[in-house]
């Protein structure tokens, strides 16, 4: 199914006392561009939440914000640096006496000091990233669930882009198909108007015919073009992302057209060209949203 590069995925799950709220974001990006933003105490978690992106997202520019809220008291060792505690004491009971001014002490505003209070966090790093990774995973379903659904509309848009694309081959084919009949006609009216004479040397009027035919024939690029075509066609049903193939098809449908543009001796088939190539220009810019 064609994916949009652009979501949005969010997920928020409490387990044990932790809350996790985890975002995913993405834009379009001709690589894969992962920037991962993460609460310091599991900040060593980046590693594994890029691989897990990276294994279910293949192009855009992805930023994740993961958000940590922790209530819990497993794991927690709380230790106050008495030492340290007693000599901030001290000395302000030393300022107190010195200026005159009162010892009331708050143990609470102590224990705010640097390094008086102490937490450590000794939870299992294994069961930490399961519960990450478990709200990390409900986020990336819902950001490609709405990927899949901007995909879709960008599916239909381009089904009908790509029919006018075949429809406008299939005129040019026509035209195309009697150019050199009637080429032949006014090449041959013409010669006998500058000679004023009906008779036309037919070898001479035949090799100037192959000519006109080997410089203007443009069956080769249609025969291609309807190639492209078909693999485009194709390609919208395919599961696997398929943004850089797309991105290849239409340089060559491009090249196809301009190849026309510069043979067509046919004002009909001129326009269709330039009708040709806005819409395959609609179409170069569409696909640069698909994954």
């Given at each position: 199914?064609?994916r949009s590069?652009t979501?949005?995925g969010?997920s928020?799950i409490?387990?044990e006392?932790?809350?996790?709220?985890v975002?995913?974001r993405s834009?379009?990006?001709?690589y894969?561009d992962?920037?991962?933003?993460l609460?310091?105490?599991?900040s060593?978690?980046?590693?594994?939440?890029r691989k897990t992106i990276?294994?279910?997202i293949?192009?855009g520019?992805?930023d994740?914000f993961?958000?940590?809220?922790?209530y819990?008291?497993?794991?927690?060792d709380i230790?106050i640096?008495r030492?340290?505690?007693?000599?901030?004491?001290?000395?302000?009971?030393?300022?107190?006496?010195?200026?005159g001014?009162?010892q009331?002490i708050?143990?609470?505003?102590?224990?705010?000091l640097?390094?008086v209070?102490?937490?450590?966090n000794?939870?299992?790093?294994?069961?930490i990233?399961n519960?990450?990774?478990?709200?990390?995973?409900l986020?990336i379903d819902n950001?490609?669930e709405?990927?899949e659904?901007?995909?879709k509309?960008?599916?239909?848009?381009?089904?009908n882009r790509i029919?006018?694309v075949?429809d406008?081959?299939e005129?040019?084919?026509?035209?195309s198909?009697g150019?050199i009949?009637?080429?032949i006609v006014?090449?041959?009216?013409?010669i006998?108007e500058?000679?004023?004479t009906?008779v036309?040397?037919?070898?001479?009027l035949?090799?100037?015919?192959v000519?006109?035919?080997d410089?203007?024939?443009?069956?080769?690029?249609?025969?291609?073009l309807?190639?492209?075509i078909?693999?485009f066609?194709?390609l919208?049903e395919?599961d696997?992302?398929v943004?850089?193939k797309?991105?290849?098809?239409?340089?060559?449908?491009?090249?196809e057209?301009?190849?026309i543009?510069?043979?067509a001796?046919?004002?009909?088939?001129?326009n269709?060209?330039?009708e040709?190539?806005?819409?395959?220009?609609?179409?170069r810019?569409?696909?640069?949203?698909?994954e």
């Open positions: 199914m064609i590069m979501g949005f969010r928020k409490e387990i006392g932790k809350e996790y709220n975002e995913i834009v379009n990006h001709k894969t992962i920037s991962v933003k609460p310091r105490q599991i060593y978690l980046e590693d594994k939440i990276a294994d279910k293949s192009r520019k992805i994740i993961v958000g940590l809220q922790d819990s008291e497993n794991g927690k230790k640096n030492e340290i505690a007693k000599a901030y004491i001290n000395e302000f009971k030393a300022l107190a006496e010195e200026t001014i009162s009331d708050n143990i609470i505003d102590i224990a705010k640097p390094e209070l102490n937490i450590k000794e939870e299992n790093e294994d069961e990233w519960e990450v990774s478990t709200a990390l995973n986020a950001f490609i709405m990927r659904i901007e995909g509309k960008i599916k239909e848009d381009l089904k029919k006018y075949s406008k081959v005129e040019i084919k026509k035209y198909s150019l009949e009637e080429y006014k090449l041959e009216n013409r006998k500058l000679l004023k009906d036309v040397d037919k070898d001479r035949a090799q100037e015919i000519i006109f035919s410089k203007s024939s443009i069956e080769e690029e249609l025969t291609r309807d190639s492209h078909n693999q066609v194709n919208l395919k696997s992302p943004g850089k797309f991105d290849f098809i239409i340089q060559e449908m491009n090249r057209v301009n190849t543009g510069s043979k001796n046919c004002l009909e088939i001129t269709r060209v330039i040709l190539k806005t819409e395959i220009e609609n179409i810019e569409q696909i640069q949203n698909i």
